[in-house]
C-alpha cells in the first residue's frame, strides 16, 4: 500500500497548505467573501467551501450571510476570524511591562501595561507580574478563549535559538533564560517564542502598520533604551547569531557621555529617554508620568521645552542619517517614545537628513512615526506566535480553553 | 506536437541547468577529476562526461588525464576551465584606474594600474583611458581569447539597473551613465555590469577571499572616499533603490570638518586617505606615491607616524563598532587602503571595538584585511560579469575573439 500512503500523505500535503493559505489570508486581510478567497486563493469554489467549513469546524472562523449586493443569485457568505483563539503577547521595557490577549487578525482583545521604577529586577519578580498579569486578563475574557501560545518582546540582546536574554544593560540582566521560565510559570503549557522589541516591532509595521507591504524597512524603537528591528529585501536581517540591529550603540559623539553597555557617546546616550530627560533639566528615572509630563508642556508651547526638543531632534537627525545612508530604505518608523515626540522634533530632525543624507536617498525614503504608538512591539509578538497555527492549522493539537487550567498560579 | 514540444523545452532546460552546474562548480571550485563532478553533481557518470564534452567544444574547459594513483581502473581525467575566455574587470577610484582580464576560474592574465592626480575628471577622457588600457591589454593576450563581458566598479553611488553613477562626489560626477559610456566606446559589442567598489568588493571575499562560504559579511573599501558592501544571510544588501552601504557618510564626529558629500563629521572625514595625510602633516590629493612613503615610514618605526596610525585606528575602530552593533556580521573585511594600514592600526582598532561592542557580538566577529588588496573590487566585478555565462554556457552566442574586432578605438 506504499503508494497509497504516499498519495495520501500528499494530499494532506496540499490539504494543509490550501487551509494554512486561507487562513492566513483572513487573518491579514480581514473578512472575506467566499469569492474573494476564490479569487485570492485560485482554488475552486468547492474546495474553498470545504476548507472554510474546516476552520469552522476548528473554531478559527465563523460565517455570516452578507446582505445581497443586488446582483443575480445566492450572495455569498462573508467569512472572518472569531475572537476565540488568542496568542498572548507580553513586553518586558524598563520601565514598564505590558501584556496583551490578540485574536486572530490582529485584534487586541485586552491589554494591560503596568509602570515599574527604574532599578535593576530580580528576574524571578519579572516573570510572576507577567504571568499574574496574564491570568488576570485571561480571567475575564469568555471563558470559549482558546490560547495558542506567547510572544514576548524584551528591550535587550535575545537569543531567539535558546530563549535567552543575552544582555539588557538597562534592566541589569545577563543570560537570563526568560522563554524558559515563562513557560515554566505559566499555569498551561504554550509554547513560548521570544525576540528583541525591534524585531518584534518591525514585524507588526510590515504587516499592520505604516510599512505595509514594504520590502526594505527600519523601525526604531526608542524607550529608555533604543534598538532597531529591519526588514532587508522582505527578509529580517538577523545577522550571524541574531544580534543585529543594536543601533542605540552606534557611536556618535567621541566627546559623548558613558553609556550602560560599558561604551561612550553611544546614540542612545543622545536620544533615549535620559537624554530628553536631561535637556529638559528633569532627573533620569522618572519614567512615563514625567515623559508625559514633558509631552503636556511641550504641547502648551513651553519655549525651553521646545528648545530641548530641537536638539533631541538634532541628535535623532543626525544618527538616523547614518542608518539610512547605511540601509536606503523604503520608510523609517519610529516606535515607542520616538512616535510621541514626533511633531515636536520632526522639523529639526528633517533638517540633518536633508543635510546628511545622499539626496537620492533621501528623496524616496520616508520617516514616520508608528501609527501602532507602544503597541507595536506588542502586535508583533502576537503575529510571530502565531506563526506555527498558521503554518499548520489542523496541526496542532487543539489546545485546551483558557478556563480548563487544573493548575493554579503560583509562586514562581 | 505540442507534448513533443513541451518534453524537449523540460529537457533543454534540465541540460541548461547541469551545464550551468558543472561550469560553476569548475569557476569556484577549480579543476576536479571527472568522477568529482560526479560526487558533486549526483549527476550519472555519462551525463558529466556529456556535459564536459560540450563544455569542452564550447572551449570553456578542457581535459587532461591525471596521473594515476594507483588505485585499479582508467585514471579519471581532471577537467579544468581554458584561459581562453575571459571577463573584462574595470575600476573607477578618485586617484586610479585599473582594468584586469580574468578567466574562468577568477584567475588574473593581466592587470594593470595607473595612477591619475586628484581632481574633477570629464567623464569622457575616464572612458577613453579605460577603453584604451584595455585594448592595450588584450592586445597582448594570445589571439584566441574570447571576452565575454564587462564588469566596472566605480567608487560612488551607482543605479546598476540603469547603469549610472548616480553621484560620485570624490571623483565630481552626477548622473554619469558610465555603463552605456563604456559599452559605446568598446570595439565590440559587450555586455556591461557596473556596481559600487564595496559591492563587488564583498562578492569578491564571499567567493575568492577571507570570507569564502560565510553568510554575514560586511566589506569596507577606503580609499579617498569609504564605502561598503555588505551580504546579509547569503545575500548582497541592496536597500529600496540598490544604494545601501554608504558607510562613509554616517555620521560619528558633531565637531567635525566638512565633507565633500555636503554633510559634515562623516566616517570618511576621519578614516579616508585624506585623513591620514593630514595626520602625520602631509597635503591632501598626494596620491598612492605619498600613502607608500607614508607606509614605508611607519614600517621604519616612525613615531609620529605610528602615533598618527594609533589615532585613525581609533576613528577606525570608533565607526567601526557602529556597523558591528548593525548587522552582527561573522567578519568584517577592510580593503584596498584600509588593508595596507592594518598591521599599524589594528590594536588601537581592536581596543574601540573592546569597549564598543556587545560582549557576545565582539567575541564571535572577525576583523580581517582583505587578502585580495587592490584588486578585490576588481575580481567581485568580474565574477558578476561571469554570471550570464555561468547560468547558461550555451546560452549566449559565442562572442568574436577579441583579435577578430573591426573597429578601431577611435574618439569617444
Known amino acids: 500500500m506504499r503508494r497509497n500512503e504516499t498519495a495520501g500523505s500528499r494530499s494532506e500535503s496540499v490539504r494543509q497548505a490550501n487551509l494554512s493559505a486561507i487562513l492566513r489570508s483572513l487573518h491579514l486581510g480581514g473578512a472575506a467573501t467566499r469569492s474573494d478567497l476564490v479569487a485570492s486563493s485560485?482554488?475552486?469554489?468547492?474546495?474553498?467551501?470545504?476548507?472554510?467549513?474546516?476552520?469552522?469546524?476548528?473554531?478559527?472562523?465563523h460565517e455570516e450571510r452578507s446582505a445581497s449586493d443586488g446582483s443575480p443569485g445566492r450572495p455569498s457568505p462573508i467569512v472572518m476570524p472569531t475572537s476565540d483563539h488568542v496568542t498572548i503577547a507580553m513586553e518586558?521595557?524598563?520601565?514598564?511591562?505590558?501584556?496583551?490577549?490578540?485574536?486572530?487578525?490582529?485584534?487586541?482583545?485586552?491589554?494591560?501595561?503596568?509602570?515599574?521604577?527604574?532599578?535593576?529586577?530580580?528576574?524571578?519578580?519579572?516573570?510572576?507580574?507577567?504571568?499574574?498579569?496574564?491570568?488576570?486578563?485571561?480571567?475575564?475574557?469568555?471563558?470559549?478563549?482558546?490560547?495558542?501560545?506567547v510572544g514576548v518582546a524584551v528591550a535587550g540582546v535575545v537569543r531567539r535559538s535558546d530563549k535567552t536574554v543575552v544582555v539588557?544593560?538597562?534592566?541589569?540582566w545577563n543570560d537570563v533564560p526568560l522563554g524558559d521560565l515563562?513557560?515554566?510559570?505559566?499555569?498551561?503549557?504554550?509554547?513560548?517564542?521570544?525576540?528583541?522589541d525591534g524585531d518584534f516591532g518591525v514585524l507588526a509595521e510590515v504587516r499592520r502598520g505604516?510599512?505595509?507591504?514594504?520590502?526594505?524597512?527600519?523601525?526604531?524603537?526608542?524607550?529608555?533604551?533604543?534598538?532597531?528591528?529591519?526588514?532587508?529585501?522582505?527578509?529580517?536581517?538577523?545577522?550571524?547569531?541574531?544580534f543585529a540591529g543594536e543601533v542605540g550603540h552606534i557611536p556618535v559623539n567621541p566627546g559623548g557621555l558613558a553609556c550602560r553597555c560599558g561604551?561612550?557617546?553611544?546614540?542612545?546616550?543622545?536620544?533615549?529617554?535620559?537624554?530628553?530627560?536631561?535637556r529638559v533639566g528633569r532627573a533620569a528615572g522618572g519614567g512615563r508620568a514625567v515623559v508625559d509630563d514633558v509631552l503636556a508642556s511641550a504641547a502648551a508651547g513651553d519655549a525651553d521645552v521646545l528648545a530641548a526638543m530641537d536638539a533631541h531632534g538634532r541628535w535623532l537627525g543626525f544618527g538616523l542619517a547614518?542608518?539610512?545612508?547605511?540601509?536606503?530604505?523604503?520608510?523609517?518608523?519610529?516606535?515607542g517614545l520616538f512616535a510621541r515626540l514626533f511633531p515636536y522634533v520632526a522639523a529639526a530632525m528633517s533638517s540633518e537628513l536633508d543635510r546628511r543624507v545622499f539626496d537620492v536617498v533621501r528623496q524616496q525614503v520616508g520617516v514616520l512615526p508608528s501609527g501602532l504608538g507602544l503597541d507595536g512591539p506588542l502586535l508583533g509578538a502576537a503575529e510571530w506566535a502565531w506563526e506555527q497555527v498558521l503554518a499548520d492549522p489542523a496541526g496542532a493539537e487543539p489546545p485546551l480553553p483558557w478556563c480548563a487550567r487544573t493548575l493554579i498560579v503560583g509562586e514562581v
Not at 485560485?42 to 472562523?61: D, H, I, K, N, P
Not at 539588557?168 to 541589569?172: E, F, L, M, S, V
Not at 529608555?224 to 550571524?240: E, K, Q, S, Y
Request: charged content about 20%; hydrophobic content about 45%; proline content about 4%.
Open 92 to 149: 518586558v521595557l524598563v520601565d514598564s511591562l505590558a501584556v496583551a490577549a490578540i485574536s486572530l487578525g490582529g485584534h487586541v482583545l485586552d491589554h494591560r501595561r503596568v509602570d515599574r521604577t527604574r532599578q535593576a529586577r530580580p528576574v524571578d519578580d519579572t516573570v510572576r507580574n507577567l504571568v499574574d498579569l496574564t491570568s488576570k486578563m485571561l480571567d475575564e475574557l469568555p471563558t470559549t478563549v482558546v490560547v495558542h501560545g
Open 42 to 61: 485560485g482554488l475552486t469554489r468547492s474546495a474553498v467551501g470545504a476548507l472554510v467549513g474546516e476552520l469552522t469546524e476548528m473554531g478559527f472562523v
Open 182 to 196: 515563562i513557560r515554566l510559570a505559566l499555569p498551561i503549557d504554550l509554547p513560548v517564542v521570544i525576540a528583541n
Open 322 to 335: 547614518g542608518i539610512i545612508n547605511t540601509f536606503d530604505p523604503d520608510v523609517v518608523v519610529l516606535g
Open 263 to 278: 561604551s561612550s557617546g553611544c546614540w542612545e546616550t543622545e536620544v533615549g529617554e535620559e537624554a530628553l530627560l536631561r
Open 168 to 172: 539588557a544593560p538597562n534592566i541589569g
Open 210 to 242: 505604516v510599512a505595509t507591504g514594504m520590502h526594505d524597512v527600519v523601525y526604531i524603537s526608542g524607550e529608555v533604551g533604543v534598538g532597531a528591528g529591519v526588514i532587508a529585501d522582505g527578509r529580517p536581517l538577523g545577522g550571524a547569531a541574531g
